[in-house]
């Protein structure tokens, strides 16, 4: 999760409605790039040392590599994996929630540690999405037909 702040000074007359739609359709915008973009990694090997995820047993890399003839993280069948490439989004102007429909031992076995792999985001993640967010917005209130002028 990452919180962000966005500052506007000057610039257009905007009303809240209006704002908090052009907020809501960035955030919906970062949710996405995130799904998009840093999800798949996790189901990597990259992923697994990039997220620094909990180390499995000798015997479960073994019986997976003989049974399913692969060592991915995150992945035994499959099924985790192919499910989450969906993702139910919901958005408001202060907050995006995406819900992947993963399996359910994916949250009830040791301790949830695997729904916090899946989802976790690195700090520079984290700026990468901010960016992404402040540029929507910034963009969107450009485009805006509204504007303030101030003389002095």
């Known amino acids: 999760m990452f919180i962000g702040h966005i500052e506007i000074t000057g610039g257009p007359k905007v009303i809240k409605k209006q704002m908090n739609r052009l907020v809501r359709e960035a955030m919906e915008a970062c949710a996405m790039h995130w799904h998009e973009s840093f999800r798949p990694i ?10 620094h995820y909990h180390k499995r047993s000798e015997k479960y890399l073994r019986r997976k590599i003989r049974e399913k003839g692969h060592a991915d ?29 993963v399996p359910k031992y994916i949250t009830q076995f ?3 540690k695997h729904a916090y792999e899946l989802t976790k985001i690195l700090k520079k993640e984290e700026k990468v999405i901010a960016r992404l967010a402040a540029d929507n917005v910034a963009g969107a209130i450009n485009n805006l037909q509204e504007r303030e002028t101030i003389k002095f």
């Open 110 to 112: 040791h301790g949830g």
């Open 73 to 101: 993280p995150l992945v035994f069948s499959g099924k985790t994996r192919e499910q989450a490439k969906k993702m139910y989004l919901r958005t408001s102007a202060r907050r995006a929630t995406g819900e992947l429909p």
């Open 42 to 51: 996790h189901f990597t090997r990259e992923g697994f040392s990039r997220y």
